[in-house]
């Protein structure tokens, strides 16, 4: 066996084999190495492994990438799709508030949207602000209208209230003055005993005129026969008093007619401007006593409608004045009536030529994908958002009988409306 063996081992290379390579052979030797791919340079450095596996790597990561896509892509198409249907499935769900056609169809694709309030309100002091003294609600739960909610320290204003009701009596007092004077110098004001007062001291004068009148013409007659037998000073006294007398009867005269005619229209019409400018006084006065009286009843805050407060805003003995800085709020709560309301929808400006107001919808809410409600498109919006290329409509909501309001829809709730054909 050894010698069968050693002879294969002897024997001679061929002589093509035990030529010496020169030195251009290695070099382009060399150059060739360095051209293959995993070549003795790359294996020296480590990059074989790297070099060869690369591209499959990058082919599993974008397989693994389209995949992903794919699977939401599906999950996305089959929720859609089972919104759709369930909005215009003519059989009722436990939750469904109507029936509908099995001839009627969808005039566009289901839309999603958000469920808002019709009436959403913002319950706040009205010109008055304080400390909160009273606090009588929580959110979630629904409260009759003029139910009170909560009272403001109304002390301030209460004062105020005080202040102008002294001032309304004292209008009260200037105006009743006013008037006095005004109705004291009317001819109706004059009684029968004045104007005969005047009359029996003008029939008086008369007789000391009459009287005085005889003695001045007896005097002058007898100075007429006999210079000597009347002195002049005696006959200048008796004319002095005659005139006197004459003057008084003629001022008597003039008293008696300013009795039965009255004062000059001027002196009637100043006196009456008095009482107006009272008559005016008193009703600012009586104004500002309603102001005050108005603030006071604001103190006591109120539900404006019948519905729920959605959201709390202030706590007991908080500061509240919605028009002074540095108040905690200027609002108590925010308040809807969740019997009434819509899905805020946006519609593409493509669509929005099969939608007329009135068309019949059917809405299935995200979180009750179960039930399902009857509307109608309730309006419109009159402008459209030329970035998005829509229009914005509001879907009013009919909820069944029975159901309480807020007992499923709630408001910013998601929403999928199908519109029925026209």
Not at 260 to 279: F, S, Y
Request: net charge positive.
């Amino acid at each position: 066996m050894n010698e069968t063996a050693e002879p294969v081992a002897l024997i001679e290379a061929p002589a093509f084999a035990k030529r010496v390579p020169t030195a251009e052979s290695r070099d382009m030797k060399e150059r060739v190495q360095r051209l293959r791919i995993g070549g003795p340079t790359a294996r020296a450095k480590g990059l074989l492994g790297g070099i060869t596996w690369l591209p499959w790597i990058l082919c599993g990561v974008l397989s693994l990438a389209w995949a992903g896509v794919g699977v939401r892509y599906y999950k996305s198409s089959a929720t859609d799709t089972d919104s759709g249907p369930v909005a215009v499935s003519t059989n009722k769900s436990s939750g469904s508030s109507g029936g509908g056609s099995a001839s009627q169809s969808i005039a566009i694709a289901p839309v999603a949207g958000y469920l808002v309030p019709a009436r959403q309100i913002a319950v706040s002091p009205i010109d008055v602000g304080g400390q909160l003294i009273e606090h009588n609600f929580v959110e979630g739960k629904q409260y009759a209208q003029g139910t009170v909610l909560a009272r403001i320290d109304s002390t301030n204003y209460r004062a105020a209230v005080d202040e102008t009701k002294a001032l309304v009596s004292a209008a009260e007092s200037r105006l009743a003055g006013a008037w006095q004077r005004y109705q004291e110098i009317l001819p109706a004001s004059v009684r029968q005993i004045e104007k005969d007062q005047v009359s029996e001291q003008k029939r008086e004068s008369a007789v000391i005129e009459k009287r005085a009148k005889q003695e001045y013409d007896r005097l002058k007659d007898i100075g007429s026969t006999n210079s000597l037998a009347v002195a002049p000073r005696e006959l200048q006294q008796a004319e002095s008093d005659y005139f006197a007398a004459k003057a008084r009867t003629a001022g008597l005269e003039a008293s008696f007619q300013t009795l039965v005619l009255g004062p000059r229209p001027e002196k009637i019409a100043a006196v009456k401007e008095d009482w107006n400018a009272a008559q005016r006084d008193l009703d600012a006065a009586k104004a500002r006593l309603a102001q005050s009286q108005w603030r006071v009843d604001n103190c006591t805050i109120k539900m404006p409608i019948t519905g729920t407060v959605l959201s709390k805003k202030a706590e007991l003995y908080s500061l509240v004045n919605p028009l002074a800085f540095g108040a905690t709020s200027g609002s108590l709560a925010d308040i809807a009536d969740l019997a009434n309301l819509e899905v805020d929808l946006e519609i593409p400006e493509s669509d929005i030529g099969k939608l007329t107001v009135g068309q019949s919808c059917r809405i299935v809410p995200k979180a009750f994908p179960d039930r399902t409600y009857d509307g109608s498109l309730f309006r419109i919006m009159p402008i459209a958002n030329r970035a998005k290329s829509v229009i914005t409509v509001r879907v009013s909501v009919t909820l069944p009988p029975g159901e309480t309001q807020g007992q499923y829809l709630k408001p910013e709730m998601g929403a999928v409306v199908t519109f029925l054909s026209k």
